[in-house]
């Protein structure tokens, strides 16, 4: 039975009791979303919002109220932020999930001779998958430890407890994460998807595990039962890519059926899915690759190969493109890339273990899985196929690796290389619009228990001041606002992961004001609030230390998704944006990032100099 887990994980336990996430006081809160949001709104709403907020915060007042309730609230949960932030985030709400919500991991080009060659390495990364998550089962996954600022404190492992045992099944208003129980045994085998067809692979059969040689050879049948093309089913994967309403409903008329049913059950229980893709006939760069990975190029090419509802999806192209498309609400992206990271040092460390072939005969040819269809469902699947196509057509990507220094140059300079980095991000955006905007940085918060993200509020005044100088200052007036700039966003990124963020804390207040049944207090109806939320730049850290990227969409309309991994050397970014905006362009982003590196470089190279020689 699957359970929605609210208890500690049972079985061995981390050896380390970590605290709960704090809530923050009310008025520092108060204050720093005065100080985020002055100079991004117009003077005139500012001075609107400032009194809406003082009198939130007065002594008596609503705030205050909410305060407590939230006090409360964290004595008597592990974590009191993490379902308000779950729904909030993910299972509330609509979008599709290709491109709006589920990142990627693009794994290094493969270079296949042949289908059975890209077989092989399937068949090896799912052996790879096995052994890791046996290490989740039986507990021996080493902890965590922070990196970087605040170092060597040791995180809450709990996101990895999710990877392979949850799913994101669609509602009406609201989705559900479904987990099961670790180790069940209604989760032994995964599906995998090939030319739209879905087959189930039984990774036990007789109370044995299956073998790597034995899985080959149930790809294998897979394949030519794919290639049947009398047997052939519609792509049902295409309503997965539809928004969650719409998929949600297109489920009810399915389930009527009990041969669907039985279809979606299977699915909904599997470890993970494994898309088994043709060459999509795109030319195979680094931009088509995050592309295939994000929405699988619609329905004519791989987008219907797949099932988005599922956390861990992956992809092996026969053209060697690889990598893995994941559902977002169980997991961050950092633990995504440390079960990657592993899956591609097993891939490259260990040898293929395709040696002895045993009982191969007797291993039941997979199920396809059936599917029943009517006029109706059939429109559905077309309407599906249009919307995932609109997608398609819509995103502007660009992957881009900016190669003329890295993160050391920046260490040198001592200065942080995260916040230069987003700094450099605010001056392309500033380059490009002309102002500021709602900018998201996803900050870690695992230092406390069940802890996920909080948002550094990147747009800080000032980053604001230095854009500005950027344009028209003395390089020593230049170089002054860069070092305030740095040190408001190191500032800012250490209260996000101490549990002092003010995003997290404010969805905190709004959500107990709506359990309490209260009119939604002014604060959180106010334009400013409304503005403080679209994040025209959402952005990401996800670095790697074997050769691979990550990549996401835009969280808005006309805005900038932007994913990026710092190296020594380099910096490899993902740039993604809709053409249907008249305010972004991917390519044009990338342009004056590069350029400001380049500038910010320089700056930093003169202001170094000595005096005399200056
Ligand atoms: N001078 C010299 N070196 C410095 C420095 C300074 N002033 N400040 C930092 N550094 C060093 C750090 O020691 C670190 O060294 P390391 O590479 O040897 O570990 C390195 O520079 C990186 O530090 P920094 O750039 O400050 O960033 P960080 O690693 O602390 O990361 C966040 C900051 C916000 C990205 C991180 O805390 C975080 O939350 N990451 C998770 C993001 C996430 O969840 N992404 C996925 C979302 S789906």
Redo the contacts with the bound molecule.
């Keep these: 039975m699957p359970i929605l887990e609210r208890e500690p994980p049972k079985g061995r336990r981390e050896s380390y009791v970590l605290p709960k996430v704090p809530v923050p006081p009310l008025k520092q809160t108060l204050d720093m979303y005065l100080s985020c949001m002055k100079h991004l709104v117009k003077e005139e709403q500012y001075q609107k919002t400032k009194a809406i907020v003082v009198k939130f915060g007065e002594p008596g007042g609503t705030g205050e109220l909410l305060q407590k309730k939230l006090l409360e609230r964290s004595d008597k949960t592990y974590n009191w932020v993490y379902d308000y932030w779950l729904e909030d985030m993910y299972l509330n709400q609509r979008l599709a999930l290709p491109v709006n919500s589920n990142?990627a991991m693009v794994f290094p080009k493969q270079n296949f001779k042949d289908r059975k060659d890209s077989l092989r390495f399937a068949a090896h990364l799912i052996t790879g998958v096995l052994e890791y998550k046996e290490r989740i089962d039986t507990r021996v996954l080493p902890v965590d430890f922070a990196?970087?600022?605040l170092?060597g404190t040791p995180l809450c492992m709990k996101q990895y407890y999710r990877l392979f045992n949850t799913y994101r099944l669609p509602g009406h208003k609201r989705d559900t994460l479904v987990i099961h129980k670790p180790g069940s045994t209604e989760q032994e085998h995964i599906i995998v998807a090939c030319k739209n067809q879905f087959f189930v692979l039984d990774l036990v059969v007789n109370k044995k595990k299956l073998k790597e040689m034995d899985i080959l050879t149930q790809l294998e049948k897979i394949v030519k039962m794919a290639e049947n093309s009398e047997e052939r089913q519609p792509p049902f994967g295409l309503l997965t890519s539809d928004g969650r309403t719409e998929w949600a409903q297109a489920r009810e008329v399915l389930i009527k059926d009990s041969v669907n049913r039985e279809s979606l059950a299977v699915i909904e229980k599997c470890l993970c899915v494994l898309c088994l893709d043709n060459p999509s006939g795109m030319e195979v760069g680094d931009t088509s690759r995050a592309l295939l990975m994000l929405h699988g190029g619609g329905h004519e090419k791989m987008g219907a190969n797949r099932w988005y509802d599922k956390p861990m999806q992956f992809i092996v192209g026969e053209d060697g493109v690889c990598g893995t498309v994941c559902e977002?609400s169980p997991f961050?992206?950092?633990v995504l890339v440390a079960c990657t990271e592993y899956l591609m040092k097993f891939m490259t460390g260990s040898p293929s273990k395709m040696g002895r072939a045993t009982s191969v005969s007797e291993l039941p040819t997979p199920a396809r899985l059936l599917w029943k269809t009517t006029p109706h469902i059939q429109d559905l699947l077309k309407a599906s196929a249009e919307r995932l196509q609109r997608l398609v057509r819509d995103l502007d990507m660009d992957v881009h690796k900016f190669e003329v220094y890295g993160?050391e140059f920046i260490?040198k300079q001592?200065?942080?290389?995260?916040?230069y980095i987003q700094v450099a991000l605010q001056l392309a955006f500033y380059r490009c619009n002309g102002r500021l905007v709602s900018t998201y940085?996803?900050?870690?918060i695992r230092r406390f228990h069940e802890g996920r993200?909080d948002n550094?509020r990147s747009a800080t005044s000032e980053a604001l001041a230095f854009v500005k100088a950027m344009t028209d200052e003395k390089d020593s007036e230049k170089m002054k606002q860069l070092w305030d700039a740095i040190n408001a966003q190191?500032n800012y990124?250490i209260t996000?992961?101490t549990g002092l963020g003010i995003d997290n804390h404010l969805l905190g207040l709004r959500e107990i004001a709506q359990e309490l049944k209260m009119e939604r207090p002014e604060i959180f109806t106010d334009e400013t609030y409304v503005a403080s939320n679209q994040f025209i730049l959402s952005t990401?850290?996800?670095p790697t230390t074997v050769e691979m990227f990550c990549c996401y969409g835009p969280v808005v309309p006309n805005g900038y998704g932007c994913c990026y991994n710092?190296q020594s050397d380099h910096l490899l970014f993902s740039v993604t944006s809709f053409h249907g905006s008249t305010e972004t362009c991917s390519a044009v982003f990338i342009k004056a990032l590069d350029e400001g590196l380049v500038e910010m470089r320089d700056l930093c190279r003169k202001s170094n100099k000595p005096q005399s020689i200056n």
Excluded: F, N
């Design positions: 990142p990196r970087g600022q170092a977002h961050e992206g950092i993160k260490k001592k200065m942080s290389p995260d916040a940085e996803s900050a870690s993200v550094i190191t990124t996000a992961i990401s850290q996800v710092p």
